[in-house]
């Protein structure tokens, strides 16, 4: 909320992008006074239970030693970002995700494992987006659709074409939900952010 009151934003709309919208719907559900909205974009309901994900862990990320083994960060993002995407963006996020220590792999994919469905998630009352890709192999569809029943007053927007990164695959498509959603709080009345 300190970088909220430094750019003296009252109110705003908060998106959460894979694992990021833990961190966002966790910020709407501790000051609901601060938001007007919540967008979830190809994130979890949880991790926990997730096999593909647990199996990930177990077999591959757990066993990084002091390096983390490009072979797999290659593979894994090229994974999330289907084949619309230009190689040479996966391979520069590849390279930028290579920055990444392993032991922040290893123990943030670890904490991931651990969260479940938080027991307040009804307690969301802002209108909420998620945006989901129907070829996502991270996140899972009923994920997505719980997610949709348990958040009162929210929207599931799918695109069975796109994979997790979504908004790297087809950003006119997800730019064109997002503005939707927001000329909708707006014409709502919400207070605009």
């Known amino acids: 909320m300190g970088l909220m009151?430094?750019?003296?934003?009252?109110?705003?709309?908060?998106?959460?992008?894979?694992?990021?919208?833990f961190i966002a719907r966790e910020l709407v559900l501790r000051y609901p006074e601060r938001f007007v909205g919540l967008i979830q974009m190809g994130s979890p309901l949880q991790h926990k239970g997730n096999p593909l994900f647990q199996q990930m862990y177990d077999t591959i990320i757990s066993k990084f030693g002091d390096e983390v083994d490009p072979d797999f960060i290659g593979e894994f993002v090229s994974g999330l970002s289907g084949t619309k995407v230009s190689s040479w963006f996966t391979g520069m996020m590849a390279e930028e995700t290579m920055k990444v220590p392993s032991w922040v792999w290893?123990?943030?994919?670890?904490?991931?494992?651990?969260?479940?469905?938080?027991?307040?998630?009804?307690?969301?009352?802002?209108?909420?987006?998620?945006?989901?890709?129907?070829q996502d192999g991270i996140t899972l569809r009923s994920d997505q659709e719980e997610a949709s029943?348990?958040?009162?007053?929210?929207?599931?927007?799918?695109?069975?074409?796109l994979g997790h990164m979504?908004?790297?695959e087809d950003p006119e498509a997800?730019?064109?939900?997002?503005?939707?959603?927001?000329?909708?709080?707006?014409?709502?009345?919400?207070t605009r952010p």
Do not use: Q
Not at 5 to 21: F, N, T
Not at 151 to 159: E, P
């Open 5 to 21: 009151d430094r750019l003296m934003i009252d109110k705003a709309v908060v998106l959460g992008a894979s694992s990021g919208g």
């Open 174 to 190: 997800v730019a064109e939900d997002i503005n939707g959603f927001m000329k909708e709080i707006e014409k709502a009345g919400v």
């Open 106 to 134: 290893k123990e943030y994919t670890a904490s991931l494992l651990t969260e479940g469905i938080p027991d307040n998630l009804r307690a969301i009352i802002v209108p909420c987006l998620i945006i989901w890709g129907g």
């Open 166 to 168: 979504l908004y790297w």
């Open 149 to 161: 029943s348990l958040i009162s007053g929210s929207r599931l927007a799918i695109h069975e074409d």
